[in-house]
């Protein structure tokens, strides 16, 4: 199998070597030849072409695709055709090289512990470029960004070592800027659309635990973070495995698989044979891997019955035995020209075994082209047209790559690579970049625990990947001093050892070292810190101030942990002063305040995790809370004594004698007693013995403290009543406390009633008046009561009966009258107008007639009602039928005597008839009622008859105007139909 490539640069780092040892590993694995190392997919070409045989299809179908690199990725382009060998052969394709700003960015390590350095290369595009300055700058996944100059530089080629001091994150590199001898301006390589990344992870990182994957839409299996989210991103619920998985990188047992076999002898060309080929260099990596320590699992045997479509089983077959990885061996085939290697990876999908999968192929490639083999790249296939081995191996979730060591088509391949010795070096070149993928040390892992107590040091060690003959633990002092403590094995994949410290007081790092086959290696490190103060906390009222002073070590950082009686945790960060450090809390701020606080200074030393330095303790007991309560006019007084220290809010819960209950604010007085009013009744509605409890907050918590009883006496209410004028006027005395509400129900004699609303007086008196006759039209005993509103209860409280008596009208009013009620109860009376009697006489209507009314009365100052209801009542409605007719125009039988006398006419005025007629009326009224001269000219007769001011009440007019002694009550009755 091959590829078309062209060679577009030439890799050296021989110059650098006198920069850095650093760069002699790379040196000496690419730089010693015309090849170049890559770690990512790179395009280069040779001129030579080729028809490659497979005998593993892609996805186990009849045709696997032929691929080019464009940018860095794979694309499918063609499919496979059938050569006259019955094989399948690879269109060869043809790259260009998409980018011309650089030759070539060699990045060494995808994956690196921290505390190592990277190392990173790069060839601008002209060999005689000599460069004078260069500058790369990258990117982790948090946004955080950073720079780094070359470390060496050689002609064109330049390198960049660094990474120690990383922290644990993924980088991507976003560019690199250079200058050139010669040359002012500045260049600029742009490689943010490019993944060239690494990773960082701490040297700890644990190799063994419970993973979680599921399968994405491809098939792939992913690890999730969470299985949570494997849920939700399955396919289904049914597809989530969870399994105690080792990581990709820590494979001590690897499938190698010798391509074809049995009935399957693969490619043939030049007097060989494939499958005897692969075997051959298989059993030389063999020996190399299990020399080194592997365990090696082959998917075949050098003889055997192996089906054409074998392939298809050997990744699962190799799981079954244990297998953590799957490297499988072809020799490719094409056309005579075609020459050199190519490897085969999954795409890299964000899983670590894809990921694994090219980073090994890389190292693969690499290898055998520092051998002389041409270098053809690696090629990462793409979901759905891969090799079935590259296929199984990634639905498997286990690296897995496809090596063509050159072309059994090509002579000098042939000649070169293809002999015992060829293929013994072959073979063992791939097991060399095996080893560099997974060293012994990713086979081992281990969490070292450091757990301290006061000054004595607890190490513990879990480790997995083998079994330790020993562990010891480095210990160092930030003065520089390094102790060693011995581990003890404790039979089950852990180790211990504990240590005391001295008088050193610092941040120290511990090392965590284990022996295994022979070799020791470090597992993980953690450091801690340890440091003194003097710590006291004064309290002032509710604040609480601490200090931390004669520290050993001049912390960072300090932060305060509360911790109260309850054993809940408060944090405050602490301040600075001079050598001091400190914070303040308001009690409030806890949750609970009585019993034991303890304080806890924590302090922060070069960036060690916070440790506590000492603590102190304060006390609180219990306070002795007394409650004091009485009964003041219905409302409850209280005092709250004891509260100490004072509480940040307290109140009182009040119960009625029915179990409801209120709360009231307290408020604190300057002797610390807490005191407050509870209008208790007013509010409640109840009278009996009530019981309060004052409650008080401490931090976050209210609880109750006292609880006493006091008894609120129902109030003792009396009303006084009064007719004036037929009006009652009300007084309501005894409510004690004072309701929210007051009002009066009053009940007329023939049991109609009417609301009226009463008004709380300075001295607690509630008054108000009722015109109930006027409202409710009627004369005789009404009954009151009075009404209270205690929370949302109202009740009666007093009654009162008062007489309205008739007669209760003023004669004389300068008060307004209303038209139209006048119209109205005339109207509701049911008589009809006589029209045809005054409208000669100057009153076409009633209202006409009303108006007359109106205007008459004016002039003299008598109540226009008076004038309308008296008119009404001796006329019948107008009416009339007695002694008077109607045209005399004389409305109030002035003159008219029981006898018989038909009384004065006033009908001789023509269209003023019926105005002279009520203008004697309200004349006549005016004698009676008044002692004031009249404003018109006297048109009644028997004005200077009257004795003047006898009656100033319609009451009064029964027996004098009328000797009918009910005659002032029929008048008051019709005037209460008007209003």
Sequence with gaps: MKKALRLTTTFSLAALMAFSSLISPVVAAYGLSETQPVNAVTDVTSTDDGVATRGDDSNGSDAAGDQSLIGGDVEVLDSEGQDKSGGYSEVEQHADSVDSSFQYVYLAYPSLSSGTDQVIAFATPNDSDVLSSATLYYVSTNGVRGSVDTSAAAGNSAAFIFGANLNANTYFLTSISYSLQGDEAEHEIDLSGRDYSFTVVEASTSSEGTSVYYADEDGNAVEAQTIQQALECADSPDGVSTYAARSARNVSVIALDAGHGGSDPGAQGNGKSEADLTWKIVAACKNKLEAYGFKVVLAREQYGNYSGNDFLYRVQRCIDQGAQAFVSFHINSGSSAAHGAEVYAPTANGTDYTQVSVELANKVMNNLAAMGLSYRGVFQMQVGDEFAVIRCAREQGIPGILIEHGFISNSGDVANYFSDDGCRRLGEADAAAIIAQFPKSSWYSGSLTVKKNARHIDLATKFSGGNPTNACYMVKSSSGRVDWVQGYDQHNNSWTGSFDLDAEYGVFQVEAYVTCDGETFRVDSKSFGDNRASTNAAISGNIVDVTSSNWAVDPDYVSYEVISPSG?????????????????????????????????????????????????????????????????????????????????????????????????????????????????????????????????????????????????????????????????????????????????????????????????????????????????????????????????????????????????????????????????????????????????????????????????????????YVVFAQAMVETGWLKFGGQVQPDQCNFAGIGALDGGASGAFFNSFGNDSVRMGIRAQVQHLKAYASFGPLNRECVDPRFYLVKRGSATTVGELSGKWASDLDYGNKISKVILSIK
């Design 568 to 864: 809940t945790s408060y944090w405050f960060s602490g301040c600075k002063s001079g050598n001091e450090w400190g914070c303040q809390f308001n009690l409030d701020d806890l949750d609970s305040l009585f019993g034991k606080t303890t304080v806890r200074p924590w302090c922060t030393l070069n960036g060690a995790s916070a440790f506590p330095c000492g603590s102190t303790n304060y006390e609180f007991e219990r306070p002795d809370v007394s409650l004091s309560l009485s009964d003041e006019g219905g409302s409850l007084s209280a005092t709250a004594s004891g509260l100490k220290p004072a509480p940040s809010n307290a109140c009182l819960q009040v119960v009625a004698p029915s179990g409801a209950e209120r709360w009231y604010q307290l408020y604190r007085q300057a002797d610390g007693s807490w005191t407050g009013a509870a209008p208790a009744a007013a509010d409640l509605g109840e009278f009996g013995e009530y019981r309060a409890t004052v409650w008080a907050t401490y931090g976050s918590k209210s609880r109750g403290w006292a609880t006493a009883k006091a008894s609120v006496a129902r109030p003792d209410v009396s009303l006084s009543l009064s007719d004036e004028g037929g009006s009652l006027s009300a007084t309501a005395s005894g409510l004690k406390p004072a309701p929210s509400n007051a009002c009066l129900q009053v009940v007329a004699p023939s049991g109609a009633e009417r609301w009226y609303q009463l008004y709380r007086q300075a001295d607690g008196s509630w008054t108000g008046a009722a015109p109930a006759a006027a409202d409710l039209g009627e004369l005789g005993e009404y009954r009151a009561t009075v009404w209270a509103t205690y929370g949302s209860k109202s009740r009666g409280w007093a009654s009162r009966s008062c007489l309205i008596k008739s007669g209760f009208h003023k004669i004389m009013s300068s008060g307004t009258s209303n038209q139209e009620k006048m119209v109205s109860a005339f109207v509701r009376s049911g008589f009809s107008f006589p029209s045809n009697v005054y409208t000669k006489f100057g009153a076409a209507s009633i209202e006409d007639f009303v108006s007359i009314i109106a205007e008459e009365a004016a002039y003299e100052g008598v109540d226009p």
